[in-house]
């Protein structure tokens, strides 16, 4: 959000162009020019805690707290100690 507030800033007030601004924060050209399309920010949307979607199976069901819970605790650590889907299945 604070990408898309910074990437309308450098366009409308200081009337960089896509390029320049894409170089500047490091990214692609495409993101710029799809949130300067963009009315307003886009936000996400974070699971639910609600399993009612589908029908999991028992262990599945089982391991599902246990998966919340290392993401919750993977929040508050620096960006490679996280887990992967990979770790998460091994």
């Known amino acids: 959000m604070a ?3 910074h990437i309308k800033f450098l366009k409308e007030v200081e009337g960089l162009p ?3 601004i894409a170089k500047k924060l490091g990214i692609s050209r495409n ?4 949130y300067i399309k963009q009315n307003e920010a886009s936000t996400t949307v974070n699971r639910t805690y609600t399993y ?8 599945t069901k089982r391991v599902l707290p246990i998966i ?3 993401h919750e605790d993977d929040l ?3 960006g490679k100690q996280k887990h992967t ?3 998460i299945y091994k």
């Open 85 to 87: 889907a990979a770790r």
């Open 52 to 59: 009612s979607g589908k029908e999991y199976s028992d262990e």
């Open 68 to 70: 919340d819970q290392w």
């Open 18 to 20: 896509q390029r320049q």
């Open 76 to 78: 508050k650590r620096w």
């Open 31 to 34: 993101t710029v020019s799809k």
């Open 3 to 5: 990408q898309y507030h």
